[in-house]
C-alpha cells in the first residue's frame, strides 16, 4: 500500500505517474488490496495515462485513501521526513531542508514558523558542524513538536 500512497503524494504534487499506475495497481492486488477500480487500472496498458489517473482516484477512494490535496500531500511529506529524521533514517541536514520546502510551498500559513523554524537549523548546520550532536539534537526536539503539532 506504502506504493500507492506514494504515488497519490507524487500525483497530488502535479508529477506525472499515468505510466506507472497500472503496475502498482497489480502489485497492490498481489499484496492483498482489493477494489473493482484497482483491478481494471491493473489491467490497463502503458499509453493509457488519463484513464490510469481516473481509475486510480477511483481505486483509493475505493479502498479508503483519497488522493490528497496538495497542501495535504505537502504536509504528508513533512510528516515523513520528521519521522525519518527521529528515528535516524537518512541525512538530518537534508530532511531538515526537505521540511522547510515543502512547508514553504505548502500554501499553510500555520506552517511558515515551522519551515521557517528548520531553515533556521538547515542554515545554522555549517556554523554548528563542530558541535553536530547539538544541531542534530536540536533538529529532532523541532521535529518531535512538529509532529506532535500535526499528528498525522
Same mark, same amino acid.
Given at each position: 500500500m506504502e506504493q500507492l500512497r506514494d504515488l497519490a503524494i507524487r500525483l497530488a504534487l502535479g508529477e506525472s505517474v499515468g505510466d506507472d499506475l497500472p503496475i502498482a495497481a497489480a502489485y497492490a492486488l498481489t499484496g492483498g488490496f482489493d477494489s473493482p477500480a484497482l483491478r481494471e487500472l491493473? !489491467? +490497463?496498458s502503458k499509453g493509457q495515462p488519463r484513464e490510469a489517473v481516473d481509475l486510480f482516484r477511483q481505486a483509493m477512494e475505493e479502498l479508503g485513501w483519497a488522493v490528497p490535496d496538495e497542501s495535504a500531500a505537502r504536509l504528508h511529506l513533512m510528516r515523513k521526513a520528521a519521522s525519518d529524521l527521529l528515528a535516524g533514517r537518512g541525512d538530518p541536514e537534508d530532511l531538515a531542508h526537505e521540511i522547510y520546502w515543502q512547508a514553504c510551498y505548502s500554501g499553510l500559513p !500555520? +506552517?511558515?514558523?515551522?519551515?521557517d523554524r528548520?531553515?533556521?537549523?538547515?542554515?545554522?548546520?555549517g556554523a554548528m558542524y563542530d558541535q553536530p550532536d547539538g544541531a542534530v539534537a536540536a533538529m529532532k526536539a523541532t521535529a518531535k513538536s512538529f509532529l506532535h503539532d500535526h499528528p498525522g
Open positions: 491493473a !489491467g +490497463l !500555520g +506552517l511558515r514558523a515551522v519551515g528548520f531553515l533556521e537549523l538547515y542554515a545554522g548546520w
